[in-house]
Nanobody, 115 residues
Framework: QVQLVESGGGLVQPGGSLRLSCAAS????????MGWYRRPPGKQRELVAT???????NYADSVKGRFAISRDNAKNTVYLQMNSLKPEDTAVYYC?????????WGQGTQVTVSS
């Protein structure tokens, strides 16, 4: 069973920055793509960014140019650097990690952008 431990959420003012981290442990199989999703208040979960083991990235249009996803394959850890945050970025952010057979999810970390 894979455990995903997220950290780095919190309250930040508009225009500010936060960095989320997610460490995966306990996997018997190689972890392939990892990523971040979010659930804004009253909305469905949506893609934020994904990254492959080779470093290929994909971003939602709403965060391009402001967010950067990266990973440390040796540590099975994925990061999300969030800059120029906007109130509409407020959401619960979920880490995702995939083996060849299963998708795993973190418990979520709250990010609130407000003055």
């Amino acid at each position: 069973q894979v455990q995903l431990v997220e950290s780095g959420g919190g309250l930040v003012q508009p225009g500010g920055s936060l960095r989320l981290s997610c460490a995966a442990s306990g996997s018997r199989f190689s972890i392939h793509a990892m990523g971040w999703y979010r659930r804004p208040p009253g909305k469905q979960r949506e893609l934020v960014a994904t990254i492959t083991t080779g470093g290929r990235t994909n971003y939602a249009d709403s965060v391009k140019g402001r967010f950067a996803i990266s990973r440390d394959n040796a540590k099975n850890t994925v990061y999300l650097q969030m800059n120029s945050l906007k109130p509409e970025d407020t959401a619960v952010y979920y880490c995702n990690a995939n083996t060849a057979m299963t998708a795993y999810w973190g418990q979520g970390t709250q990010v609130t952008v407000s003055s």
